[in-house]
């Protein structure tokens, strides 16, 4: 167990550093993890691959802590927009930006896919799986949202420069 502790304690404090949010002590992030590993470590062992399982447990713990710390469940704004009409609304913008996304060129669709995951991929396992660097990533994204503005503007009707929206007239006879 010291071993394990002594091994890890860098790689916490950093992770820790750059996965707090505002608002969240890194000490209190490292705390919880530790926390996280003695019960793991109680009910199922030490885990087989400890420098994977601490990333996924101090992003796993920042997220919980992000969630406690802003309230969202005493926010009435987050509670507004529950009906099921703007759970329809939602789902169908969801739908759309979806099929947008796979009409996108090149490997767009795959990267904007994981951009979008629910799994909280990480930059350097987008790369891993795509195939491409880690340093492309950012480039590559920018061109892939750009194109997919334009497919979706193309879509929408474009407001002028008055911001109303341009409706085409039927030619006078």
């Keep these: 167990m010291n071993d394990l502790v002594h091994t890890l304690g860098p790689l916490l404090t950093a992770e820790a550093a750059a996965e707090a949010a505002p608002g969240i002590e890194p000490g209190d992030l490292e705390q919880a993890v530790w926390l996280r590993l003695l019960e793991r470590i109680h009910e199922q062992g030490p885990p087989p691959a400890p420098a994977r399982w ?44 979806h099929a947008a996304v796979r009409r996108l060129p090149g490997r767009c669709p795959r990267l904007l896919a994981a951009l979008l995951s629910r799994e909280d991929l990480t930059y350097r396992e987008i790369a891993g799986e795509l195939g491409i660097s880690q340093g492309s990533l950012g480039p590559e994204r920018s061109r892939c949202l750009g ?23 039927p030619a006078d006879r």
């Design 54 to 97: 601490l990333r996924d447990a101090v992003r796993g713990e920042a997220r919980r802590m992000a969630r406690r710390e802003t309230g969202y469940a005493d926010d009435p704004a987050a509670a507004a927009g529950t009906g099921p009409e703007d759970l329809v609304l939602r789902s169908e913008h969801r739908r759309a930006l």
């Design 147 to 169: 194109c997919l503005r334009r497919i979706l503007a193309a879509e929408v009707a474009a407001p002028d420069l008055r911001g109303k929206v341009r409706l085409k007239q």
